[in-house]
């Protein structure tokens, strides 16, 4: 009896190891999928002429960008995409900010630097049709931004990354 119970146990744990395996494969499965959907990045559009209308965000309005809110994860990229024909745009980061407020831009933004999260960063300067290399986010939270040419005219933004 105590060597039929110590078999069973053996195949209950052999069992649960089994379907631990089983989940661990399900695991790299879902990590690949998850990996392969960071690998393609979400565009935001940036237009004046196509998205005038002025949306209320948490930070203040927004003009010219869509989606004027963007939810991704840690590790998704985000490529910003200059619709205007006649246009130069930019997406900087306003770093630190919970509002529009006046961003402290040098020109140093008009070129491409670091990813969406705490540092500093810029899509840098995009001209009509062109778009940004991706951005990476790189850290959850509440991330706001702007075109560094329009931002006088509302054109701004907000991404939220999740973990
Ligand atoms: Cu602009």
């Known amino acids: 009896m105590i060597v039929g119970a110590s078999g069973r146990t053996h195949l209950v744990g052999r069992a649960a190891r089994t379907a631990l395996a ?23 559009n940036l237009s004046l002429t196509h998205y005038a209308k002025v949306t209320h965000l948490n930070a203040g309005d927004s003009v010219g960008i869509n989606p004027p809110i963007v939810h991704v994860h840690v590790g998704d990229a985000i490529v910003f995409v200059n619709g205007d024909a006649d246009a130069h745009h930019t997406a900087t980061g306003l770093t630190n900010e919970t509002h529009f407020g006046e961003p402290r831009w040098t020109q140093a933004v008009l070129k491409q630097f670091g990813g969406i999260g705490a540092q500093a960063w810029s899509s840098g300067d995009l001209a009509p049709g062109a778009s940004s290399a991706p951005m990476v986010a790189s850290t959850a939270g509440t991330f706001l931004y702007g075109c560094f040419f329009h931002y006088s005219t509302g054109m701004r933004g907000e991404i939220i990354v999740e973990p």
């Open 22 to 44: 089983a989940l661990a494969a399900g695991s790299a499965l879902v990590c690949a999928a998850g990996a392969h959907a960071a690998s393609t990045p979400v565009a935001v």
